[in-house]
């Protein structure tokens, strides 16, 4: 059964196959609309990957949509009922696929009466530059900053553009995640297979930088460029010693063996778990990062770690091996990107990105139907309450009443869910993972995760009908960590004192100025297990698994997409591209009309406010700097860190997401929070990785620009 399905945008660049067993009557497990649990590998379910596209496309009839078809998620099974767990990787690849005469036809008709600023010349290079944090929500058309889906979404459109003529693509230090930069990856392999040359141009590059321009056949950099490439790290760090020296107990309880967050505060060296999942993650990255390298550059995977372990310092030695195709300066570079493209000699026939964002798809055919998929897009750390929206916070209340509307809106079919989280509010996270579970009894939710999906951001995912992760992915850390602060020894060298008179066994708690009692204590270990309990529990019953299962999963550990789509707790790799078809299936089924035609709706947006331009985040000087300042302010004013805490939170514009960590942390009750991890090249350092907010993608050549034009 052959289908011709829309991609994510509203871009048609996904084809399924699936064999269906002779006679079966009901849609199998795989793609049940609900009841059948988080998808699943089902033995009277046998899909193929199809490992090449198909060679000759059906004559369709003209304006309907270019049909490009792309490697669906399936499993493959083995003989005898055993799944090989290389094979059951379940993978959504984005492919060109050609379009027809007529489609072509219809395409020029309707770019010739587009509007007027939608309008270029022919024969024109589509210019990109990337650089800094990569946003996953959409901007408005007026944002100071480029996204995730408007970058894939232009990379989709230039593929099937007859004007572009090729794509210049200039890379600055990049601080997203690797789950991104794979994304982003993905589409500029697509963006190859139209046959449109491809440049990419660097002055200063690492790992990262260099792994998205690996995707271009072309690779220049400047004689005297800095291309960097050594390897791989992780590192954490500890502030047991230095609370110590001031006076300060933490009192912490992580539930799980390998759930790590907290250990800042409670050790002063790397627990053994610790570094055994943070070694099998930066395994996962380097191993990734050397065969993507290896395939693109027709190398092999030993010749990659030969050239980390070389430590080269001359460009030359780069271009010896392959490595880059030459050593250019930009100049050189626009000057071969002139001759490419149609115009004067002296002059560069270029498009930016940001005019080209105003380019719709449906030139192009691609946007039909009356349903849609909605794109729902979260990121930063989950909080209770009624906070306002932003790019670094997740607030309950908000997302809750985002998913009530689309439960009610009739014209939306399915939802995909974009999750960008490394948890947060235990409550916050179980009270959103409840409204998702229900909105998924009405319609299909597919959650798409980001590069981080862990702990309350996992809470979140579990509702979903289904879960899709990049290879690279952070996810699992189903745990759960409570932490509280002990000032008296502060108090007592400050000569600050307090007295409390309370009634109930339990009154004082939340008392900072002395220990835990013994009945203290011991509640607040009971109430650490339960919340573990009951997150393990719902993330057992979510995932369709017995508890003995998951616990063996669970404890707190990190997984890459990779490893957990092998341990059953998502379902398929790859984007949101793979979201969205899964999504589509999911409603066509329901619908009984496998030829239903859907469109795709981003509905989140980045905030345009000035806050958008600073980055966030903060290391460990930070935390500690913002620690020494509320307990000195506690010890003169009188108030306790909690009551601080929400004023600063309200006050700051710089690092609001660390504040709403310090009071998660300080508050006492129990959160699903997982600690930073962010695997980073050796070679030239990049940006600091940030919240979407401070996404910079930006448009470069200006139309016909002349040659003192720069990106």
Not at 241 to 263: N, Y
Not at 419 to 432: F, N, P, R
Not at 533 to 556: K, L, P
Request: with cysteine; hydrophobic share 40%.
């Amino acid at each position: 059964m052959q289908y011709s399905l829309n991609g994510p945008y509203g871009l048609p660049v996904l084809g399924h196959t699936c064999g269906f067993q002779k006679g079966q009557s009901r849609s199998p497990k795989l793609l049940a609309h609900r009841s059948g649990g988080p998808l699943r590998p089902d033995s009277t379910h046998k899909c193929q990957v199809a490992a090449k596209a198909q060679t000759e496309q059906q004559q369709s009839n003209p304006g309907e949509p270019i049909e490009s078809p792309v490697v669906n998620p399936i499993a493959k099974h083995q003989e005898g009922g055993k799944n090989d767990a290389e094979d059951q990787l379940l993978r959504g690849e984005l492919t060109f696929r050609e379009p027809t005469y007529a489609q072509r036809y219809w395409t020029s008709f309707r770019l010739f009466f587009a509007l007027p600023w939608r309008r270029f010349k022919s024969e024109s290079v589509l210019a990109i530059e990337i650089s800094g944090g990569i946003g996953d929500k959409r901007t408005g058309r007026f944002g100071d900053a480029f996204s995730l889906p408007q970058i894939c979404e232009a990379l989709i459109k230039a593929a099937y553009d007859p004007r572009i003529k090729g794509l210049y693509l200039k890379i600055g230090p990049v601080g997203a995640g690797w789950a991104k930069l794979k994304e982003v990856r993905d589409h500029l392999r697509l963006f190859q297979e139209s046959g449109k040359f491809m440049i990419a141009f660097s002055t200063i590059a690492g790992e990262k930088e260099y792994y998205l321009a690996s995707a271009c056949p072309e690779i220049y950099m400047p004689p005297t460029g800095r291309l960097q490439l050594a390897g791989f790290s992780l590192s954490g760090t500890f502030l047991r010693g230095v609370l110590e020296k001031l006076g300060i107990e933490p009192e912490v309880r992580r539930i799980g063996t390998f759930k790590s967050a907290g250990d800042q505060l409670l050790r002063k060296d790397m627990s053994d778990s610790q570094r055994e999942q943070l070694t099998a993650i930066l395994e996962d990255v380097s191993l990734g990062f050397k065969q993507t390298i290896a395939e693109a550059r027709g190398k092999s995977v030993e010749e990659v770690q030969a050239l980390l372990d070389e430590g080269v310092y001359d460009n030359e030695r780069y271009k010896e091996g392959g490595w880059v195709t030459d050593l250019w300066y930009e100049d050189q570079v626009l000057q071969a990107l002139k001759e490419r493209t149609g115009g004067k000699p002296d002059i560069i026939r270029g498009v930016p990105l940001r005019k080209y964002a105003w380019v719709s798809p449906r030139a192009f055919g691609f946007e039909r139907g009356q349903k849609v998929i909605a794109v729902i897009r979260t990121s930063g750390i989950i909080v209770g309450g009624d906070g306002a929206p932003s790019d670094s916070v997740i607030s309950a209340s908000p997302f809750i009443k985002m998913l009530r509307q689309a439960a009610k809106t009739k014209a939306i079919a399915g939802v995909v869910l974009r999750v960008d989280s490394g948890g947060g509010d235990a409550l916050a996270s179980d009270l959103m993972w409840r409204e998702i579970q229900k909105l998924a009894e009405k319609k299909p939710v597919v959650a798409s995760m980001g590069d981080v999906a862990g702990s309350g951001g996992y809470y979140l995912a579990m509702g979903a009908n289904s879960i899709v992760a990049q290879p690279l992915t952070i996810t699992g850390s189903i745990g759960v960590v409570a932490a509280t602060f002990k000032l008296q020894e502060v108090y007592r060298r400050a000569g600050y004192a307090k007295t409390v008179i309370s009634r109930g066994r339990y009154a004082e708690q939340g008392n900072e100025s002395r220990p835990f009692s013994e009945d203290e204590s011991a509640l607040f270990d009971r109430s650490t297990d339960h919340a573990y309990a009951s997150f393990r529990d719902r993330a057992a019953s979510s995932r369709g698994m017995s508890i003995e299962a998951m616990q063996e999963v669970a404890q707190g550990r990190v997984w890459t997409g990779r490893a957990a789509i092998s341990r059953g707790l998502v379902d398929a790799l790859g984007g949101v591209a793979t979201a969205v078809e899964l999504a589509k299936e999911r409603v066509r089924l329901a619908a009984g009309n496998q030829e239903m035609q859907l469109r795709t709706v981003e509905v989140s947006r980045a905030k345009g406010s000035p806050l958008a331009l600073l980055t966030g985040g903060g290391g460990a000087l930070t935390r500690l700097q913002g620690l020494l300042q509320l307990v000195w302010m506690a010890a003169i004013q009188g108030s306790s860190i909690q009551q601080l805490l929400m004023a600063a939170a309200q006050s700051s514009k710089d690092s609001p997401q660390l504040l709403e960590q310090l009071q998660l942390l300080q508050s006492g009750q129990a959160i699903a929070l997982m600690p930073e991890i962010k695997v980073d090249g050796c070679g030239i350092s990049s940006v600091p990785s940030t919240s979407e907010s401070s996404s910079r993608l930006h448009g470069g050549l200006s139309l016909d620009a002349d040659m003192d034009s720069l990106l």
